[in-house]
């Protein structure tokens, strides 16, 4: 009966709703099929009736459904939808029947409800059998609207074609999700059938043109049936941007594999935008055709002229989608060219990465090892964002598909060697892209909002020959948008400070030689200016430049100077800001110590000899240079702020300064002195620190500088546009600064009181070095761009699939904030919390493993079948490390058993995807202390999420569980979990995974 009223066949389902009358069981779905028969009828009053009962039915399982979570209720808020929808459609027949038609009714309720009905869809994500059902009823109304009105086209032209004109949009609405679920062949049945009428607006008509043509363009076996469709179209009924994108889908049609009529499609475009100048995917369609072949043949006779084609359309397709609706001429702005002419901004770079200061031609070989080495893996970044981009453009072919995995092993490629990185890499052209690129940018014809995303990509290109196209960008941004940038470029300045100051001395140094060169070889020429050594000299000095270091630091500056003297109140309130939260909120020594101990503690359980055998000669180093750092007077800061200074450094430097008597002689019980050191200290802090620390004690400064115009660090991330109106700005700093303790390191998390009335907190991170730093943002950054591939995914996005990606701002080179909620913990905490309860050491599993595989002359025993460390893992799994110790943490942390439900689903798939994440892009070394979840959420976090490198230097994936799929983990899933939630996530991440 479900199918009967789709089918139409209703003399059928009323005989069978009549023989079932009394045996069918009272549900939603009963009264949704009575209802469908009533209304057919025209029973009003027996329709109101079921629709009333359905009602009920939805409401009583609403109540039943849990308070927490939205995706039970979803279902039901679809079913609430065709309840109100089968109500107005009772109204429409009321109005339309019952009343006598006259030219002079309005019939206006008919027509709000038809409007409504436009306004009121489903998400785009939504089932394709909820939309379904939705406008097939819709559709049954619109033909009782079009009967009803048939005969009134005379007398009443406005209401005749009232009917016609919804059933049109519905139609193509219809067809256009059928397309985005990956249902061309829907999309082309439902437009070609579910109309049924040869009346239809221009308007309507153009968009069923279009929709027919991107389904054909799905569907490789028929391109020449999708061709022969838009050429037999009249395009004498429509306006001059509707034929201009009419040609620009017969070129891509030509342009495709099965077709590979280049020349016919160029010619195709060119007619498109001799149609309409301002048409912004054809701009973007003739640049991708131009890149395509220049791709093709990059060392062809024509390839410079065809990458500068490919630059300018790139740059005009941007500049039309992203300008204002009054200078583009456009009613609307087109969200799709929007979008695709962004994601189109990674390949302008990666091409400008090629670039030199003359504009020359630039020609990368094989055995150019240093060129590779510092232009290939910083263009590589470009090329993978690009591949990802190109992707996500929503291009109409499916051989988009393509570039996802290109772009993912370029960048797996580009982690390796920089010989490997050499092979990978082609003749380029470069100069003309940062000419067209210079003259966008010094026309202001691009907004700058376009390059919130890329401002670590032009930082880095400060250090390259293209310094010269990206500082006009830069000196932009810090015009208009002061911080998005201000907190990168600080950064940028301050860790190139002392390497260009060294680089400097050097250049000076260097240049004082050759100069002193020139004088000796003219004093020994006798004043002869064209000897031999005199030139040679002169050669030499006019080859010498400031170093790249030097060059990026100087062009740093200029762009902050830039930004100071448009905005110096704002920049010297940011630099107040930056100072105090940089210096004022760092760990104390004592803490700094507790680190620097565990630190050492690790180190030894990974030496790979035995408890028994001597400490090693650069063990012994390390702890002579610890107590050096640590006690190298009376006067330390940590003599002053500890409670028993005296003690404490006499106790540490007897236990563990190798100058001393009292060093241990063994691997062993230096480990065992480095645990008792690391307990001593953890109980000192956890009795002398508080939770909390009083912001007007830590800093009072801060608490009394003005933040009005200060916004919330890292809301440019996104790279979506920023206007005053949508702008979040900072209003205060809470009282409260908590101490995070995780993993013997200390943290100071800032509540950030913000505009909007949300509380952000941040953690302030120290101890980061550069590399980190600049790893964790470029992983978030990748990361924002594969979540945009899965929001434009339905599948995904009705999972609720996203990978997390918290803001992370630097504020110095080695200090960071990082968003984190207070409900985050890592997942090493639960096995600690476990230890803690039963009295047991959490270093017992390595020391257990270290033991049994140790031999009695201190090395590890040989193990060529690993029995040994086979039979020592089963032997820690049964008796120190259990399978239910995460479960047990979560089942005590959670409220309610609808928490436990919510957590569990949430967090199943995060550890889904960031097992694809790992996979794609070679990522192994995850410790349980550096895995980071919410509690409150499920959502997921790591840290340090680097590849790692063999002794060869490549990178290679050592993880020794696939997919971090552990036994702890695995039993809080439960079999069904891990069967369901990790392997049926496969549709979800199609978009991402399975190109």
Same mark, same amino acid.
């Given at each position: 009966?479900?199918?009967?009223?789709?089918?139409?066949?209703?003399?059928?389902?009323?005989?069978?709703?009549?023989?079932?009358?009394?045996?069918?069981?009272?549900?939603?779905?009963?009264?949704?099929?009575?209802?469908?028969?009533?209304?057919?009828?025209?029973?009003?009053?027996?329709?109101?009736?079921?629709?009333?009962?359905?009602?009920?039915?939805?409401?009583?399982?609403?109540?039943?459904?849990?308070?927490?979570?939205?995706?039970?209720?979803?279902?039901?808020?679809?079913?609430?939808?065709?309840?109100?929808?089968?109500?107005?459609? #009772?109204?429409?027949?009321?109005?339309?029947?019952?009343?006598?038609?006259?030219?002079?009714?309005?019939?206006?309720?008919?027509?709000?409800?038809?409007?409504?009905?436009?306004?009121?869809?489903? &998400?785009?994500?939504?089932?394709?059998?909820?939309?379904?059902?939705?406008?097939?009823?819709?559709?049954?109304?619109?033909?009782?609207?079009?009967?009803?009105? &048939?005969?009134?086209?005379?007398?009443?032209?406005?209401?005749?074609?009232?009917?016609?004109?919804?059933?049109?949009?519905?139609?193509?609405?219809?067809?256009?999700?059928?397309?985005?679920?990956?249902?061309?062949?829907?999309?082309?049945?439902?437009?070609?059938?579910?109309?049924?009428? &040869?009346?239809?607006?221009?308007?309507?008509?153009?968009?069923?043109?279009?929709?027919?043509?991107?389904?054909?363009?799905?569907?490789?076996?028929?391109?020449?049936? #999708?061709?022969?469709?838009?050429?037999?179209?009249?395009?004498?009924?429509?306006?001059?941007?509707?034929?201009?994108?009419?040609?620009?889908?017969?070129?891509?049609?030509?342009?495709?594999?099965?077709?590979?009529?280049?020349?016919?499609?160029?010619?195709?475009?060119?007619?498109?935008?001799?149609?309409?100048?301002?048409?912004?995917?054809?701009?973007?369609?003739?640049?991708?055709?131009?890149?395509?072949?220049?791709?093709?043949?990059?060392?062809?006779?024509?390839?410079?002229?065809?990458?500068?084609?490919?630059?300018?359309?790139?740059?005009?397709?941007?500049?039309?989608?992203?300008?204002?609706?009054?200078?583009?001429?456009?009613?609307?702005?087109?969200?799709?060219?929007?979008?695709?002419?962004?994601?189109?901004?990674?390949?302008?770079?990666?091409?400008?990465?090629?670039?030199?200061?003359?504009?020359?031609?630039?020609?990368?070989?094989?055995?150019?090892?240093?060129?590779?080495?510092?232009?290939?893996?910083?263009?590589?970044?470009?090329?993978?964002?690009?591949?990802?981009?190109?992707?996500?453009?929503? @291009?109409?072919?499916?051989?988009?598909?393509?570039?996802?995995?290109?772009?993912?092993?370029?960048?797996?490629?580009?982690?390796?060697?920089?010989?490997?990185?050499?092979?990978?890499?082609?003749?380029?052209?470069?100069?003309?892209?940062?000419?067209?690129?210079?003259?966008?940018?010094?026309?202001?014809?691009?907004?700058?909002?376009?390059?919130?995303?890329?401002?670590?990509?032009?930082?880095?290109?400060?250090?390259?020959?293209?310094?010269?196209?990206?500082?006009?960008?830069?000196?932009?941004?810090?015009?208009?948008?002061?911080?998005?940038?201000?907190?990168?470029?600080?950064?940028?300045?301050? #860790?190139?400070?002392?390497?260009?100051?060294?680089?400097?001395?050097?250049?000076?140094?260097?240049?004082?030689?050759?100069?002193?060169?020139?004088?000796?070889? @003219?004093?020994?020429?006798?004043?002869?200016?064209?000897?031999?050594?005199?030139?040679?000299?002169?050669?030499?000095?006019?080859?010498?430049?400031?170093?790249?270091?030097?060059?990026?630091?100087?062009?740093?500056?200029?762009?902050?100077?830039?930004?100071?003297?448009?905005?110096?109140?704002?920049?010297?309130?940011?630099?107040?800001?930056?100072?105090?939260?940089?210096?004022?909120?760092?760990?104390?020594?004592?803490?700094?110590?507790?680190?620097?101990?565990?630190?050492?503690?690790?180190?030894?359980?990974?030496?790979?000899?035995?408890n028994s055998s001597a400490v090693p000669d650069h063990m012994r180093r390390e702890m002579a240079g610890v107590c050096r750092a640590c006690f190298a007077s009376d006067t330390s800061k940590l003599q002053a702020r500890n409670m028993q200074p005296v003690e404490l450094r006499e106790g540490f430097l007897?236990?563990?300064?190798?100058?001393?008597?009292?060093?241990?002689?063994?691997?062993?019980?230096?480990?065992?002195?480095?645990?008792?050191?690391?307990?001593?200290?953890?109980?000192?802090?956890?009795?002398?620190?508080?939770?909390?620390?009083?912001?007007?004690?830590?800093?009072?400064?801060?608490?009394?500088?003005?933040?009005?115009?200060?916004?919330?660090?890292?809301?440019?991330?996104?790279?979506?546009?920023?206007?005053?109106?949508?702008?979040?700005?900072?209003?205060?700093?809470?009282?409260?600064?908590?101490?995070?303790?995780?993993?013997?390191?200390?943290?100071?998390?800032?509540?950030?009181?913000?505009?909007?009335?949300?509380?952000?907190?941040?953690l302030v991170q120290t101890g980061q070095n550069s590399t980190q730093g600049a790893a964790d943002e470029r992983m978030m950054q990748l990361l924002r761009l594969l979540n945009r591939l899965l929001e434009r995914s339905p599948e995904s996005r009705r999972r609720l699939l996203a990978w997390h990606t918290?803001?992370?701002?630097?504020?110095?080179?080695?200090?960071?904030?990082?968003?984190?909620?207070?409900?985050?913990?890592?997942?090493?905490?639960?096995?600690?919390? &476990?230890?803690?309860?039963?009295?047991?050491?959490?270093?017992?599993?390595?020391?257990?493993?270290?033991?049994?595989?140790?031999?009695?002359?201190?090395?590890?025993?040989?193990? /060529?079948?690993?029995?040994?460390?086979?039979?020592?893992?089963?032997?820690?799994?049964?008796?120190?490390?259990?399978?239910?110790?995460?479960?047990?943490?979560?089942?005590?942390?959670?409220?309610?058993?609808?928490?436990l439900w919510l957590f569990k689903k949430h967090f199943c798939s995060q550890m889904a995807l960031s097992g694809l994440l790992c996979y794609m892009l070679l990522l192994s070394g995850r410790s349980p202390s550096k895995i980071l979840f919410a509690k409150d959420s499920g959502r997921l976090f790591q840290?340090?999420?680097?590849?790692?490198?063999?002794?060869?230097?490549?990178?290679?994936?050592?993880?020794?569980? /696939?997919?971090?799929?552990?036994?702890?983990?695995?039993?809080?899933?439960?079999?069904?979990?891990?069967?369901?939630?990790?392997?049926?996530?496969?549709?979800?991440?199609?978009?991402? #995974?399975?190109?």
């Amino acid at each position: 009966m479900d199918c009967l009223w789709r089918l139409h066949d209703w003399e059928t389902l009323s005989a069978m709703l009549a023989q079932s009358q009394g045996q069918m069981e009272p549900a939603v779905s009963s009264c949704l099929l009575s209802a469908y028969a009533a209304l057919r009828e025209v029973n009003q009053e027996a329709a109101n009736t079921h629709i009333d009962k359905g009602f009920q039915y939805a409401l009583a399982k609403w109540w039943q459904l849990p308070d927490t979570g939205s995706a039970p209720q979803l279902a039901l808020l679809q079913v609430f939808q065709q309840l109100v929808e089968l109500r107005e459609s #009772g109204r429409v027949l009321t109005d339309v029947m019952n009343q006598q038609q006259r030219s002079d009714q309005q019939y206006s309720d008919t027509k709000d409800i038809l409007e409504t009905w436009r306004l009121r869809t489903p &998400n785009e994500w939504d089932g394709l059998v909820h939309w379904q059902d939705v406008l097939l009823w819709r559709n049954h109304i619109y033909n009782v609207v079009i009967g009803a009105f &048939n005969s009134m086209q005379e007398i009443a032209p406005h209401l005749h074609q009232m009917g016609y004109r919804d059933k049109a949009w519905s139609v193509n609405k219809l067809g256009h999700i059928a397309y985005k679920h990956g249902c061309p062949d829907v999309c082309i049945t439902v437009i070609n059938n579910m109309y049924g009428y &040869n009346a239809m607006e221009v308007q309507e008509a153009f968009v069923k043109i279009k929709e027919q043509a991107r389904a054909y363009l799905a569907l490789p076996l028929d391109l020449r049936a #999708g061709l022969n469709m838009l050429n037999t179209t009249n395009l004498d009924y429509f306006a001059a941007h509707h034929q201009a994108e009419i040609f620009r889908l017969k070129a891509l049609f030509m342009a495709e594999p099965g077709m590979n009529d280049l020349d016919g499609a160029s010619s195709a475009l060119s007619t498109a935008l001799c149609l309409w100048r301002q048409c912004p995917d054809a701009w973007l369609s003739w640049g991708q055709l131009c890149d395509a072949r220049y791709e093709a043949d990059p060392a062809g006779p024509a390839s410079q002229q065809l990458l500068q084609y490919a630059a300018h359309c790139y740059v005009q397709g941007i500049k039309l989608s992203t300008a204002p609706l009054a200078a583009s001429g456009m009613k609307a702005r087109n969200e799709e060219a929007l979008q695709a002419s962004i994601d189109l901004l990674p390949r302008l770079l990666h091409l400008l990465s090629f670039d030199d200061r003359d504009g020359a031609l630039l020609w990368w070989h094989k055995d150019s090892m240093l060129q590779t080495s510092t232009a290939g893996c910083a263009g590589a970044l470009h090329t993978s964002a690009w591949c990802v981009a190109k992707r996500s453009a929503a @291009l109409p072919h499916t051989a988009a598909y393509s570039y996802l995995p290109s772009g993912l092993q370029l960048y797996r490629n580009c982690c390796d060697t920089p010989a490997r990185c050499a092979a990978l890499l082609t003749p380029c052209v470069a100069g003309v892209v940062g000419e067209e690129l210079a003259r966008a940018v010094e026309e202001r014809s691009l907004p700058p909002w376009v390059w919130f995303m890329w401002i670590p990509q032009l930082l880095t290109s400060l250090t390259r020959p293209e310094t010269h196209r990206v500082k006009p960008i830069l000196k932009q941004l810090a015009e208009l948008h002061p911080q998005s940038i201000y907190y990168s470029l600080r950064t940028f300045v301050l #860790g190139l400070r002392e390497a260009a100051q060294r680089a400097l001395q050097e250049y000076s140094k260097h240049r004082a030689g050759l100069e002193a060169a020139i004088s000796a070889a @003219l004093a020994a020429a006798a004043g002869d200016e064209q000897s031999e050594s005199v030139r040679n000299a002169r050669a030499m000095l006019a080859a010498l430049s400031p170093s790249a270091d030097t060059t990026a630091f100087d062009g740093g500056k200029e762009v902050m100077e830039r930004l100071r003297s448009q905005h110096p109140v704002l920049g010297s309130t940011m630099e107040g800001l930056l100072a105090e939260v940089g210096s004022k909120f760092v760990p104390r020594p004592l803490e700094r110590l507790l680190a620097v101990v565990t630190a050492l503690l690790h180190r030894c359980y990974k030496l790979p000899v035995a408890n028994s055998s001597a400490v090693p000669d650069h063990m012994r180093r390390e702890m002579a240079g610890v107590c050096r750092a640590c006690f190298a007077s009376d006067t330390s800061k940590l003599q002053a702020r500890n409670m028993q200074p005296v003690e404490l450094r006499e106790g540490f430097l007897h236990d563990l300064n190798p100058e001393s008597p009292g060093f241990p002689h063994t691997l062993g019980e230096l480990a065992e002195r480095l645990k008792a050191w690391r307990n001593r200290l953890t109980t000192e802090l956890e009795a002398a620190m508080p939770h909390s620390l009083r912001l007007e004690e830590e800093c009072r400064a801060l608490q009394d500088i003005q933040l009005s115009e200060v916004e919330l660090p890292g809301q440019y991330l996104s790279g979506h546009e920023v206007t005053p109106d949508t702008s979040i700005y900072l209003e205060a700093i809470s009282s409260n600064v908590a101490i995070v303790r995780r993993s013997a390191s200390s943290f100071r998390r800032l509540s950030l009181i913000c505009s909007d009335g949300i509380t952000r907190h941040m953690l302030v991170q120290t101890g980061q070095n550069s590399t980190q730093g600049a790893a964790d943002e470029r992983m978030m950054q990748l990361l924002r761009l594969l979540n945009r591939l899965l929001e434009r995914s339905p599948e995904s996005r009705r999972r609720l699939l996203a990978w997390h990606t918290p803001i992370i701002v630097p504020v110095w080179p080695q200090v960071r904030l990082f968003e984190e909620e207070p409900s985050y913990c890592s997942y090493g905490e639960a096995y600690d919390i &476990n230890c803690a309860r039963f009295g047991r050491e959490p270093d017992m599993p390595i020391a257990h493993f270290k033991k049994r595989l140790a031999a009695p002359d201190g090395n590890y025993d040989k193990d /060529p079948d690993g029995s040994l460390r086979l039979g020592a893992f089963n032997e820690i799994c049964d008796k120190v490390v259990s399978e239910n110790i995460f479960s047990q943490y979560v089942y005590k942390t959670l409220p309610t058993c609808n928490h436990l439900w919510l957590f569990k689903k949430h967090f199943c798939s995060q550890m889904a995807l960031s097992g694809l994440l790992c996979y794609m892009l070679l990522l192994s070394g995850r410790s349980p202390s550096k895995i980071l979840f919410a509690k409150d959420s499920g959502r997921l976090f790591q840290l340090d999420l680097l590849p790692l490198y063999n002794d060869k230097g490549m990178v290679e994936r050592i993880e020794v569980v /696939p997919y971090r799929l552990t036994r702890n983990l695995a039993t809080f899933f439960t079999a069904f979990g891990v069967e369901v939630g990790l392997l049926l996530l496969g549709p979800g991440v199609s978009a991402v #995974g399975c190109c």
